[in-house]
């Protein structure tokens, strides 16, 4: 078995070595790519000994260079262009491929989904019947925990008329003392679950919540996502309309677009 299974993953290994090397394979083969490849080795190249702005360690200015930020500008422009260029050969191929995996995962959920549901359906089934089980488990425990206290009731009860018939009506009240708090020991049944290989339970704990307004500030999620449409249309002013002062601070700042 454990040489099927290397003998399995090996071919697993294999396979996927062998679509990686067609593919790279193939899309170096695709007309123009060669030419883009090795213009956009060079642009990287190029780029990389463009520095516009810079701090060192301290925080001071070390670069600021108004000439590099056009020639940085210039090469953004041609790095984007041999990236689209690239983008544009192989992106039909690309659609096509995933095409074909969302075809065969398709075809994997057809095979799947009937075992899966039987799988849901059986598991649920075995944890009503363990809680059911365990119901009646601990539902007997305490009827039988309930009689081994009456029956020792009763017992201190002949004992306390006993000592009352004998004329020793201390030690009888004692005994009635005793049978009025009398408490059995808890009876402990095993479990009538049958234990099958393979099969295990666990505790598993759930929550729902009943009020958040009494939840602790820091298991209340924030809506990164509405804010951001807030801040996006109404700038500064969502500062208040998300909230009270000082709940968000709102600022802007300038970037580069190309």
């Not at 078995?1 to 394979?25: C, K, V």
């Not at 000592?163 to 009538?192: F, K, M, N, R, Y």
């Not at 307004?213 to 951001?228: M, N, Q, R, S, Y």
């Amino acid at each position: 078995m454990a040489t099927t299974a290397l003998t399995i993953q090996s071919q697993i290994t294999n396979l996927q070595t062998d679509i990686r090397t067609t593919l790279e394979e193939f899309f170096a083969s695709l007309p123009e790519m060669e030419t883009n490849v090795n213009m956009s080795t060079a642009l990287v190249a190029q780029s990389k000994a463009i520095t516009v702005f810079q701090r060192d360690n301290r925080g001071q200015i070390t670069v600021s260079d108004a000439t590099a930020f056009v020639s940085a500008s210039e090469q953004v422009q041609a790095l984007k262009s041999v990236s689209e260029e690239i983008e544009d050969l192989m992106k039909p191929f690309i659609d096509r491929l995933f095409k074909a995996h969302r075809t065969a995962t398709a075809i994997r959920k057809q095979y799947l989904d009937p075992i899966d549901a039987e799988v849901t359906r059986l598991k649920r089934e075995r944890e009503q019947f363990a809680a059911e089980e365990e119901r009646k488990r601990r539902e007997a425990a305490l009827k039988a925990q309930e009689e081994a206290r009456k029956a020792e009731e009763a017992r201190l009860l002949a004992e306390a008329q006993a000592a009352q018939a004998e004329g020793d009506s201390v030690a009888a009240e004692q005994i009635l003392e005793e049978a009025a708090h009398v408490e059995a020991s808890p009876v402990i049944l095993p479990s009538t679950v049958p234990t099958v290989t393979g099969t295990n339970f666990f505790t598993h704990w759930e929550y729902e919540v009943q009020d958040w307004t009494k939840l602790k500030p820091e298991f209340i999620k924030v809506d990164d996502v509405a804010i951001g449409k807030i801040v996006r249309s109404m700038h500064k002013a969502a500062e208040t309309v998300c909230g009270e002062k000082g709940a968000i601070r709102v600022w802007s700042e300038q970037r580069i677009k190309g």
